[in-house]
């Protein structure tokens, strides 16, 4: 039955990843339907309702996502390298995987975030262009979506490793 579960909890994660990328690469087309006039590298361009409103969406969608998996897949604590290089690999790689999430979730939030706020309804803006800040955020929604699943898997082994003595 926990395998069952464990299988249901990535599936859900990864649904949540790939329906935030793919409204992030969305937003991107909304936004470029949008009237906007470019010289060089300035560019003027009015703000697009529907791509902020699918970029806030990918952005809680991706937040959702992450927190998901680190309530699930629980708290690895690791203090210094003395007890990394000790750890079990399930261990070291649930490790890996939580700090890479961290980062990836930092980076694609943040895409996200700048290229919703770029499109809210009172921002008409001039200045340098800024392109593809919604798209990357949807790439790295997919990105985020393998390292939380091989986050929640790893340490869902190490946990059974320690409860078992060793036989996940």
């Excluded at 990864?14 to 935030?20: E, G, R, T």
């Excluded at 809210?120 to 979506?145: D, E, P, Q």
Aim: aromatic letters at 10%; glycine letters at 8%.
């Amino acid at each position: 039955m926990a395998r069952v579960g464990g299988i249901f909890v990535c599936m859900l994660i990864v649904a949540m990843d790939a329906v935030a990328g793919i409204l992030g690469i969305e937003a991107e087309i909304a936004q470029n339907k949008v009237k906007h006039l470019r010289l060089w590298i300035f560019e003027c361009r009015d703000p697009s309702q529907d791509a902020f409103k699918l970029g806030l969406a990918a952005a809680a969608l991706l937040a959702f996502a992450h927190i998901l998996s680190n309530l699930l897949g629980g708290c690895m604590c690791i203090c210094n390298q003395d007890d990394f290089q000790k750890a079990s690999p399930n261990r070291q790689l649930s490790l890996v995987c939580l700090i890479f999430s961290w980062i990836i979730l930092a980076v694609g939030f943040s895409t996200l975030v700048i290229g919703t706020l770029s499109n809210h309804k009172s921002r008409a803006s001039c200045g340098f262009s800024h392109h593809h800040f919604l798209s990357i955020g949807g790439i790295l929604c997919f990105v985020h979506a393998l390292f939380s699943v091989a986050y929640y898997v790893s340490a869902t082994a190490a946990l059974n490793e320690e409860k078992y003595g060793g036989h996940a």
